[in-house]
């Protein structure tokens, strides 16, 4: 079991930087892979970024590669993503999930834990 809680949305305006926080309580965060995915209004809950269980393989959709940067810290039971440059479209709900596989996926489905979301909007 984990449970995962989110933090660090807010408003920011475009070009701006956001770093977001996925704290983790269980016995198993160490093992899992971790992902964050995003939803805004009327869209499809869509996948950000994944690293695996240790770190040692990170992976970002399209979107987002160049600007947004996923790291864990398994010490801290912790989970970052830090979000550079950020653009309008980048407005959303933002989860924090873990995976069963310790390698982790791009489908939300195959993620078994959820955090509650912290909103990130960005502005013109």
């Known amino acids: 079991q984990v449970t995962l809680v989110e933090s660090g949305g807010g408003l920011v305006q475009a070009g701006g930087s956001l770093r977001l926080s996925c704290a983790a309580s269980g016995r198993t965060f160490s093992s899992n892979a971790m992902g964050w995915f995003r939803q805004s209004p009327g869209k499809e809950r869509e996948f950000v970024a994944r690293?695996?269980?240790?770190?040692?393989?990170?992976y970002y959709a399209d979107s987002v590669k160049g600007r947004f940067v996923i790291s864990r810290d398994n010490a801290k039971n912790t989970v970052y993503l830090q979000m550079n440059n950020l653009k309008p479209d980048d407005t959303a709900l933002y989860y924090c999930?873990?995976?069963?596989?310790?390698?982790?996926?791009?489908?939300?489905?195959?993620?078994?834990?959820w955090g509650q979301g912290t909103p990130v909007t960005v502005s013109s």
């Open positions: 999930a873990a995976h069963l596989n310790p390698l982790g996926s791009n489908g939300a489905a195959g993620y078994n834990y």
């Open positions: 690293i695996t269980f240790n770190g040692d393989n990170t």
